[in-house]
C-alpha cells in the first residue's frame, strides 16, 4: 500500500538506480479491490502513474495488468476500457483510443484477456 507517500517521492525511492529495478517495460500502478460480497477481485490500474497516456502506452498498461493477474493464478480477465461516456464520440479521445484497444484485442495484439470499451463507470461492470 502506498498509503499517504507521494507517488513522485515512491517513485523516486523504486527507481534509485541502486536497487536495479528499472526495465525497458512502463511501470503503472495496479490496485487489487477484493469484493467479497460479489466474490469477485477487481483491479484499478494506472489512475495516476501515467497521467496522459497514449494508445501505445494504454496497450502496455493493460498487458502489465494481464501479466500480474495471470501471475496470481487468475485467469479469464475481462478488462473494461473505462472513458466519461459508453459510447464512441469524435470529439473525446479515450473513446476512441477505448474503441481501437478493443480492435487490437480481437486482432490478437492484446493477449489474455477480453478488452471492451469505452464503457462508463457504473455498478454494472462489476457484475
Do not use: W
Not at 26 to 35: A, E, K, N, P, Y
Request: hydrophobic content about 45%.
Amino acid at each position: 500500500m502506498k498509503g499517504m507517500v507521494s507517488t513522485g517521492k515512491l517513485l523516486r525511492t523504486v527507481l534509485d538506480k541502486k536497487y536495479n529495478l528499472r526495465t525497458e517495460n512502463r511501470m503503472s500502478l495496479i490496485s487489487v479491490i477484493d469484493l467479497k460480497k460479489l466474490d469477485r477481485i477487481i483491479i484499478i490500474t494506472d489512475p495516476g502513474m501515467n497521467t496522459y497516456p497514449d494508445l501505445q502506452i494504454k496497450k502496455q498498461i493493460i498487458e502489465n495488468a494481464v501479466r500480474f493477474m495471470h501471475s496470481i493464478y487468475i485467469e479469464n480477465l475481462k478488462v473494461a476500457v473505462l472513458a466519461a461516456i459508453g459510447y464512441v464520440n469524435d470529439e473525446m479521445p479515450s473513446t476512441l483510443d477505448a474503441t481501437l484497444l478493443t480492435k487490437l484485442c480481437t486482432r490478437n495484439q492484446i493477449r489474455g484477456c477480453i478488452v471492451d470499451g469505452p464503457l462508463a463507470l457504473s455498478s454494472q461492470l462489476l457484475l
